[in-house]
C-alpha cells in the first residue's frame, strides 16, 4: 500500500499561484501513477493531472498551460505547481496512487482562491 499526505494549500488571491505536495510511504510509489484530484462544494471528484513513473503527464483542458505535475522518486513526492489560479480552482484537492489494481488517497488540502 501507498500512504499519502498532502501539503501547500491555502488562501491565495487570483492570479497568483501556490505548490501543492504530497509525501508517499511505500515502496509502489516508483511504479504507481500519481494524480491529483479535486473536488467544489456539490461538484463530483475530478482529474487535474496525472504523472506515470516515467514523468508522462496528462491534465484537464481547465487547467493545461496553467498547472504542472511532477514527481520526485527520490523523495517519493508528487506536486502540482499551480499559477494563474482562477476562483473556480477552488476546491479540496486530494492526491492519488494507482498501482496493480489498487487505489490509495490522501486526505485533502483545501485550495481557495479569491476574485
Known amino acids: 500500500q501507498v500512504q499519502l499526505v498532502e501539503s501547500g494549500g491555502g488562501l491565495v488571491q487570483a492570479g497568483g499561484s501556490l505548490r501543492l505536495s504530497c509525501a508517499a510511504s511505500g515502496s509502489a510509489f516508483r511504479v504507481a501513477v500519481m494524480g491529483w484530484y479535486r473536488q467544489a462544494p456539490g461538484n463530483k471528484r475530478e482529474l487535474v493531472a496525472t504523472?506515470?513513473?516515467?514523468?508522462?503527464?496528462n491534465y484537464a483542458d481547465s487547467v493545461k498551460g496553467r498547472f504542472t505535475i511532477s514527481r520526485d522518486n527520490v523523495k517519493n513526492t508528487v506536486y502540482l505547481q499551480m499559477n494563474s489560479l482562477k476562483s473556480e480552482d477552488t476546491a479540496v484537492y486530494y492526491c492519488?496512487?494507482?498501482?496493480?489494481?489498487?487505489?490509495?488517497w490522501g486526505q485533502g488540502t483545501q485550495v481557495t482562491v479569491s476574485s
Open positions: 504523472v506515470t513513473s516515467g514523468g508522462s503527464t
Open positions: 492519488n496512487a494507482a498501482f496493480g489494481g489498487f487505489n490509495s
